[in-house]
């Protein structure tokens, strides 16, 4: 994420909390915090040529957006994902799974221990997709959410033990196969 995807990236967050991040939030996050891992997932749409392009031989712009971002701390060992958020319009499509797996990447390669989330207890659709990677709820926070005093779940991913590494090692290549995707994120050296 950069100072150049804010716009987006704030649009996404308002429609997707009902307390969203601050800009000056995000600034932090991206200029001035060594903790922090911000990413975006962008979707890249190539446009076919017109006829007056074809003519004259120019290759149309592809066409990008922000359909999501993530964001993540690096705190004592701990790789804390601190949000994660779709584009309502863009839902259903999996991009939401394609940001977790690149975030649990990124935990991978800064050495942490476990990956840590909070969800609220009444959204199912993303524990099942958090189980579905291996977290576990280890506790309940009570009255978490701001907004209405929502519980959340604290979910963790022990990324120590072998057989949960495996198998997300195998999930992350499937699912960066399928979608044919490029990650600048969890790859990069920190």
Do not use: C
């Not at 969203?20 to 990413?39: A, G, T």
């Not at 999501?68 to 004592?76: I, L, P, R, T």
């Not at 909070?118 to 280890?138: C, D, H």
Request: net charge neutral; aromatic share 12%.
């Amino acid at each position: 994420m950069t100072m150049n995807d804010l716009p987006e990236v704030g649009q996404i967050d308002r429609l997707s909390f009902e307390i969203p991040w601050s800009q000056q939030s995000f600034r932090y996050e991206i200029l001035e915090s060594d903790h922090s891992y911000m990413v975006v997932l962008e979707y890249h749409q190539s446009r076919s040529p017109s006829r007056w392009q074809r003519w004259l031989h120019m290759t149309p712009v592809p066409k990008h957006h922000i359909v999501g971002y993530g964001g993540m701390w690096n705190v004592v060992g701990e790789a804390h994902i601190s949000s994660i958020a779709v584009h309502p319009r863009a839902r259903g499509r999996g991009w939401g799974e394609i940001l977790l797996a690149g975030m649990i990447k990124r935990g991978i390669i800064i050495g942490a221990d476990e990956v840590a989330l909070e969800v609220r207890v009444s959204n199912t659709r993303a524990q099942n997709l958090y189980k579905k990677y291996g977290f576990q709820i280890i506790g309940v926070k009570p009255r978490y959410y701001r907004n209405n005093s929502e519980d959340a779940y604290d979910m963790r991913l022990n990324i120590l033990d072998e057989q949960i590494l495996k198998q997300f090692e195998a999930q992350y290549r499937a699912i960066f196969e399928r979608h044919r995707l490029f990650d600048f994120f969890s790859e990069h050296e920190p």
